[in-house]
């Protein structure tokens, strides 16, 4: 678990993000508002994320009570850099006022979201696990 300590303060909230890696995933734990304001440490992690040889990440939104269209565009961006090189990005656990932003944009059609961490981790084991059988056949 890696713990990034440079906090991004914007009036009274504070954005933190976690890392953990689990096998070819990367969790993302953010916590805080994701806005104009603070979206570019977000950006900035997950450009590093995507620029591995694994490119499976999971955002856990447990933590975010808000997220602008610049939020948004930068979880869409990194979804398109995860795909093009044979990954995907997930969501799980997001706030209720997420999720609604979510259904309003119609995003919650382009990306998977889970209700728990560990469901969105299983994802990406099973879809895996369906690329290894059409090899094979």
Do not use: W
């Not at 979201?113 to 099973?126: D, K, M, R």
Request: proline share 2%.
């Amino acid at each position: 678990m890696l713990l990034l300590p440079d906090f991004t303060k914007i009036g009274r909230e504070i954005v933190n993000l976690q890392l953990d890696v689990f096998d070819n995933v990367t969790v993302i734990k953010i916590s805080g508002r994701i806005d104009t304001h603070s979206v570019q440490r977000l950006r900035q992690q997950l450009t590093l994320a995507t620029s591995g040889s694994d490119k499976n990440i999971v955002i856990d939104l447990a933590g975010v009570d808000f997220i602008d269209s610049s939020g948004l565009a930068t979880i869409v961006q990194a979804m398109k850099q995860c795909r093009t090189g044979a990954g995907d990005l997930r969501l799980c656990k997001p706030t209720q006022s997420v999720r609604m932003v979510l259904e309003l944009t119609r995003l919650d059609k382009a990306l998977d979201i889970f209700p728990t961490q560990e469901s969105a981790l299983a994802s990406f084991v099973h879809t895996t696990a369906d690329a290894h059988e059409l090899h094979l056949a």
